[in-house]
């Protein structure tokens, strides 16, 4: 268990040992999706990281991550603050860590009313002002440029909170404005249900088309895991987070991933 300390807007400690601070820098550039970052960034990062570590309390459950892990972690989970500040994770307390995702069996209605019980594996889960919850053997698959990340879903959900009900609309800068916000993500998501609605093969998740708060998440996740694709297929959407993170992923995707073609216009469907 972490202790609590008073938050120091992204600056690392000052009394951090070289050794620390090499671990740190070594964590990050373990992770593909945080390399581009300007020098200042990764400074910000690290801090960032080091705060999270610290204010949260972190629960392992049969799991035992090294100072290292933890560092990895905590720097993913600190990419989609790093321009809007800490006080954005403040709607919970703790992180808890367990080996495997959890099946649990649930009633769901078609659309015809019908009511049945389905199995459904949660690698991950987000209450309102409640712990956040992640599988190990998932978030050991985080951090490339392939358009998943657990520890970014989850937060996103945390994001989407603070104005209350998860309902895909975080409480918004006072620049941005609602009306677009709105607009672009209804319309994506009416797109992609309208896919899933015709069995045709869709380029994000189709977990998304689960409700728009899971959109929202989805989304997240694509924005800083698989930018180009997120900015091909809908990039209104990606315009506004864009502008919410105050982050543009696109152009920290590595060329040399362009030059392999891996988002290539060809393999977004």
């Not at 709607?91 to 808890?96: D, L, P, Q």
């Not at 994001?159 to 209804?186: I, R, V």
């Amino acid at each position: 268990m972490l202790g609590w300390f008073k938050w120091l807007g992204g600056r690392p400690q000052t009394s951090m040992s070289e050794d620390e601070l090499a671990l740190w820098r070594q964590a990050l550039a373990a992770v593909p999706i945080l390399q581009g970052l300007s020098d200042t960034e990764q400074t910000t990062l690290i801090g960032l990281g080091q705060q999270l570590l610290k204010r949260k309390t972190l629960t392992l459950i049969g799991v035992e991550l090294s100072p290292r892990q933890q560092a990895v972690l905590a720097l993913q989970a600190a990419l989609p603050i790093l321009h809007l500040g800490a006080d954005w994770y403040r709607g919970f307390h703790e992180i808890i860590i367990i080996p495997e995702p959890v099946t649990r069996r649930q009633e769901v209605q078609d659309e015809f009313g019908l009511v049945s019980e389905v199995e459904e594996e949660n690698a991950g889960e987000s209450w309102p002002q409640g712990p956040l919850v992640l599988a190990w053997s998932d978030l050991q698959q985080d951090g490339d440029w392939d358009g998943f990340n657990l520890v970014i879903h989850e937060l996103a959900h945390k994001l989407d909170m603070l104005g209350g009900e998860a309902d895909g609309t975080p409480p918004l800068p006072g620049q941005m404005s609602s009306q677009l916000w709105q607009q672009a993500f209804q319309t994506a998501f009416d797109e992609l249900c309208q896919q899933l609605d015709r069995d045709e093969v869709t380029a994000i998740d189709p977990y998304a088309a689960e409700h728009p708060a899971e959109f929202f998440a989805v989304s997240c996740e694509c924005f800083f895991t698989d930018p180009l694709r997120l900015q091909q297929v809908y990039p209104a959407v990606y315009r506004q987070l864009s502008q919410f993170f105050s982050q543009d992923p696109a152009l920290r995707f590595p060329a040399t991933r362009l030059l392999a073609g891996e988002a290539d216009a060809g393999s977004l469907t």
